[in-house]
Nanobody, 124 residues
């Protein structure tokens, strides 16, 4: 079990940028699959980005080219750089970790541990 804490959310104007951070406590994330998900009011929690232990990444089509996921294993942290933000990016963003050998990285069920979430609001 790992405890995850997100930070960096806030209110920004369309076209702006935010950098979200996720710090892990209690267990190293160096060999974990780390993901970012988001959930807008009244909607399902959706996949945003994932990074493997080896550094491979995948992104939702809606954020590809605008968001970048990265990790710093020495600091036990994961980041989500969000550029060219749009109002439709408004959501609570969650960090998630998976220590499984298999599973779907685009599904919430593929992850074991979740942070509390950080609010991102993009205004016009």
């Amino acid at each position: 079990q790992v405890q995850l804490v997100e930070s960096g959310g806030g209110l920004v104007q369309a076209g702006g940028s935010l950098r979200l951070s996720c710090v892990a406590f209690g267990r190293a994330i160096s060999r974990a699959l780390m993901g970012w998900f988001r959930q807008a009011p009244g909607k399902e929690r959706e996949f945003v980005a994932v990074i493997s232990w080896s550094g491979g990444t995948n992104y939702a089509d809606s954020v590809k080219g605008r968001f970048t996921i990265s990790r710093d294993n020495a600091k036990n942290m994961v980041y989500l750089q969000m550029n060219s933000l749009k109002p439709e990016d408004t959501a609570v963003y969650y960090c998630a970790a998976s220590y499984r050998q298999s599973g779907s990285y685009i599904d919430t069920g593929g992850y074991d541990d979740w942070g509390q979430g950080t609010q991102v609001t993009v205004s016009l």
